[in-house]
């Protein structure tokens, strides 16, 4: 009997990694892209410096959070946003505006991509 009860509390426990996992990554994507937001109306008024400052602090998040989603996640995926915010970065450091917001949309739909991969659905299910 302490054998069943120790596999309900393993397939709990797994449960919850699994649900924080999925909130952890749904409000890391939801704060990098309110920050590449903010960056965006920075570089439509003009303000690169604070742009970019923004968008290296966007940055700079998802780095710190980089050791935790390369074990969790694709790494393709996980490239594609690291990519996505060098071509940024260098684009705001032009003052390319057109290029930059055109790269800024490519980056903050694939944080909403991330995110949505993780989410619980019958479409990652299947």
Sequence with gaps: M??????????????????WHVWYVDGL????TAALERAETMAE??????????TRQAQA????????LHITMDHAVMDEVSVGF?????????????EYSAANARL???????????RPGVENLL
């Design 108 to 118: 903050m739909e694939r944080l909403a991509l991330l995110s949505e991969m993780e």
């Design 86 to 98: 060098a071509e940024t970065l260098e684009f705001l450091e032009l003052e390319e505006g057109g």
């Design 61 to 68: 998040r998802w780095d710190e959070a980089g050791v935790l």
């Design 29 to 32: 994507a939801r704060d990098l």
């Design 2 to 19: 302490k054998r069943g009860w120790l596999a309900v509390a393993l397939l709990v426990l797994m449960a919850a990694v699994a649900l």
């Design 45 to 54: 008024g003009q303000d690169w410096q604070q742009a970019a400052a923004l």
